[in-house]
């Protein structure tokens, strides 16, 4: 397995390989950089044209792994060009070739700083992603972070299996510990059971109640390297990711990565939105 | 369908990171070369916008004539083939040239590409503004929306409108499906069928407009009454081939580059041909080439038949004709954007150009950049000569055929001298390096100076003329010496390439030409 990243020479870009760079750092995963080229479709292809789009790539890429290798090692990482039809698309089939565990994405040009921006490509994988999938705060790659301090997962009133094993595994492969915050109304009292995970991660298990969203997550504190992990709606397709409105919500509010996991088909569905 | 183009760190250096393997995934296949050729050829509008000016020049002889455009066209794209082989790059003519010629040449033959293209960016939107309105009055039924085109404010407007939008999607590659192309492509040709169908029924029903009966002079070239008509006839006729070249130029993203672009282009052309004979014959025997109210040689309905006959042929069918050049305009537009832009990113590559052309977007990956300035230039082209003359559709087309036999005709002789120690090598090299190129190149400069010298006339083509001078001698003139005065512009500011420290003369040696793929 390995972390892929989503590149383009863009800020955005370069949020989200720094995110890429931690978390493969923190894991030891090996990284695979990406740039997604579109096949020519309705304009003439021309040999010399594409040469040249691939040389300047090519640049990208490896300005790109340059980066990346000043905190990892030389052989973990990897770069790619990908010729695809769309963007999502070429990064599906990436992360499915090359068997990537997470895909990590930037978000849009016009976000608040230090919140997740979700771009028209973040937009369309969030609704559809068979691999998990981690957004990049707008600016991220300023804070000089490093790392991954703690995982959190986000629950409901139910505690989808797919979603607290892949912060466990994340936060087991960190060697860091892991936190479950339950969004819970106002008045009541979450009692999540680590035990169930069965992993050697030190669990921590806090409530967040309030009436909204915002209420719930301004009791939440936050660790500058922390990261959220959340589950697709029920709505979703099994083992495809769809963006619930609870899960909405939250990503506009944080100021962490947040990584978006599919359901299995056994899981219950999206648990935020089942405890609100 | 997607697949890796796998780029290993381990790769060295003098690889320039370059890999072309693993594209046969997405790779183009037979089909989609002749799609690819035909949507970019535009058949639907190219007829609409040269026919009545062709009729003008050569009467009855228009099938001859297009039989003769295509002849040069060939020839000149066989010696293209073998530079685009031996140098495939993002300038094609410019680069070759450039390489053959030297920077001086080579920078114009550049210029003639990019302006050529420039002209027929707005020719091309300028013919979708004047379907949009006739589509809109045909569909509600309102014959006078039709008229609003003829307003210049309306039609220059829209005509910026059209550009913008075009303008977008090629600057963040919005590429529409395969699937869609296809389809697009089989109405623009299905309904062009059609129309000709019809007009032979018409004809059969004795109400044709001014039957004129069939006759073999038609395909006879010699009887075209003079040398001067015989040039123009065929400036216009590679007009409605131009863009065929691009099947030639996708080896490398093709199912089966040994085979898939040649026969592409057989197949491209033979359907092309075939579609415009018929068309031609068909429009002829019907309206005959009169200046009554629906001939072809009347200047009011000239430089955009379609729109004049496609009501009393078709009937209340007309509007598939207003959807089938609006479509094929439109996506031709998107097409014959990235043509200047790939040329004048190459330029300012090489230095050609300031260095701001060279830049690829980093998140669409295009000549971003490039397209603008394209998109910019041709929209105030467009919008000057609207006011400047009524004709305008007319006289850019006719200059437009003069500015591609001089880029064409150039690449024809930079294929000729580039491979000068080739071609005795073989006789495949021979015919395809030396006498195809050099016979096509020698008639394109021919028809060249001859257009250029008629045009000079105040009653050539449109009749246009501005202090006693045909438009037509005039925009060539402007558009060539306006391409010398920017290259000294450039010469002083930027003197690298004219130095030829990008790239230098040379001559082939058989093998691919490295000297010009350039690393970052």
């Avoid at chain 1, 990243?5 to 990284?31: F, H, I, M, Q």
């Avoid at chain 1, 973040?122 to 991220?140: D, G």
């Avoid at chain 1, 009791?219 to 409105?245: D, H, K, N, Y």
Wanted: glycine share 10%; proline share 5%.
């Amino acid at each position: 397995v390995s972390f892929l990243v989503a590149y383009s020479d863009t800020p955005a870009g370069r949020d989200a390989l720094s995110v890429g760079v931690r978390y493969a750092d923190a894991t030891g995963e090996s990284l695979d950089i990406v740039v997604v080229r579109l096949f020519e479709r309705s304009t003439p292809p021309l040999d010399g044209y594409t040469r040249h789009v691939e040389a300047v790539t090519r640049g990208w890429l490896d300005k790109a792994a340059d980066r990346a290798r000043r905190v990892l090692r030389p052989e973990q990482v990897r770069i790619h060009q990908w010729m695809a039809d769309s963007v999502s698309e070429g990064l599906f089939d990436a992360a499915a070739t090359l068997g990537s565990s997470l895909v990590v994405v930037g978000g849009a040009n016009d976000g608040v700083r230090g919140r997740l921006a979700v771009s028209s490509l973040a937009r369309v994988m969030l609704h559809s992603s068979p691999v998990p999938l981690a957004l990049a705060p707008r600016r991220i790659r300023k804070l000089k972070l490093s790392g991954i301090s703690r995982v959190t997962v986000a629950l409901g009133s139910h505690e989808p299996e797919t979603v607290v094993a892949f912060a466990a595994g994340l936060a087991e492969r960190a060697g860091r510990p892991a936190r479950a915050v339950t969004l819970v109304d106002p008045g009541q009292d979450a009692s999540f059971k680590p035990a169930a995970v069965g992993t050697t991660v030190a669990w921590t298990s806090e409530s967040a109640p309030g009436e909204t969203v915002s209420e719930a997550l301004a009791q939440v504190s936050w660790e500058p390297s922390e990261v959220l992990v959340l589950g697709s709606s029920r709505l979703a397709t099994a083992g495809r990711i769809f963006l619930g409105s609870t899960a909405g919500k939250i990503l506009r509010e944080v100021p962490v990565p947040v990584i978006m996991v599919p359901l299995r088909s056994d899981d219950q569905g999206d648990d935020p939105d089942g405890g609100q | 369908m997607s697949h890796p183009v796998e780029v290993t760190p381990e790769m060295e250096a003098s690889d320039s990171g370059l890999s072309r393997k693993g594209l046969s995934a997405g790779s183009v296949g037979l089909l989609g070369a002749i799609v690819i050729g035909i949507s970019c050829i535009a058949p639907a509008y190219a007829l609409t916008a040269t026919l009545g000016p062709t009729v003008s020049e050569v009467g009855f002889q228009v099938p001859a004539i297009m039989i003769v455009g295509f002849v040069p066209m060939l020839l000149v794209a066989l010696g293209y083939r073998e530079l685009n082989r031996a140098m495939p790059d993002s300038g094609t003519s410019f680069t070759w040239a450039t390489r053959a010629f030297g920077p001086y040449l080579g920078w114009m033959a550049g210029w003639g590409l990019v302006s050529a293209t420039i002209l027929v960016l707005s020719n091309l939107a300028g013919i979708a503004v004047e379907f949009l309105y006739l589509l809109v009055a045909q569909v509600t039924g309102n014959a006078g929306i039709a008229d609003w085109s003829s307003n210049v404010w309306i039609n220059v407007l829209t005509c910026l409108a059209f550009m913008a939008v075009a303008t977008a999607i090629a600057y963040r590659d919005m590429q529409t499906t395969q699937r869609f192309q296809y389809v697009l492509v089989t109405f623009q040709v299905a309904v062009l069928v059609i129309f000709a169908g019809a007009a032979v029924w018409r004809i059969g029903r004795g109400e044709a407009f001014d039957a004129s009966p069939v006759e073999l002079s038609w395909f006879n070239p010699l009887a075209v009454e003079s040398f001067s008509l015989f040039a123009a006839g065929v400036a216009l006729s590679i007009f409605i081939f131009w863009g065929w070249d691009v099947t030639l130029t996708m080896n490398e993203e093709t199912t089966n580059p040994e085979k898939t672009p040649g026969r592409a282009a057989a197949l491209t052309v033979v359907i092309i041909v075939t579609l415009y004979l018929l068309m031609a014959v068909a429009l002829i025997a019907f309206a005959g080439t009169g200046t009554g109210e629906l001939g072809l040689g009347n200047p009011d309905i000239q430089e955009n038949v379609f729109m004049a006959l496609a009501e009393p042929i078709l009937g209340p069918l007309a509007l598939l004709v207003s959807l089938a050049v609006l479509s094929s305009s439109t996506a031709s537009l998107q097409s014959t954007f990235v043509s200047p832009a790939r040329t004048m990113l190459a330029m300012g590559h090489y230095g050609a150009l300031p260095a701001s052309f060279a830049r690829i977007h980093p998140r669409f990956l295009t000549p971003g950049y490039a397209v603008l300035v394209s998109s910019v230039v041709a929209s105030t082209f467009y919008a000057v000569m609207r006011f400047i003359s009524e004709n305008v559709l007319w006289d850019t087309i006719t200059a437009l055929g003069m500015m591609i036999c001089f880029y064409y005709g150039l690449t024809a002789f930079a294929s000729v001298w580039y491979f000068r120690t080739q071609f005795a090598l073989s006789a495949r090299n021979f015919v395809f390096m030396f006498l195809a190129p050099l016979i096509g190149g020698f008639v394109l400069l021919v028809v060249f100076f001859q257009t250029l010298f008629d045009s000079m006339d105040p009653d050539y083509g449109s009749g246009s003329a501005v202090g006693g001078v045909g438009l037509v001698f005039l925009l060539g003139m402007a558009v060539l010496l306006s391409g010398v005065g920017i290259m000294l512009y450039q010469r002083a500011r930027m003197p690298g390439f004219f130095r030829g420290e990008t790239i230098t003369q040379g001559v082939s040696d058989g093998q691919e030409d490295m000297t010009v793929t350039l690393p970052e």
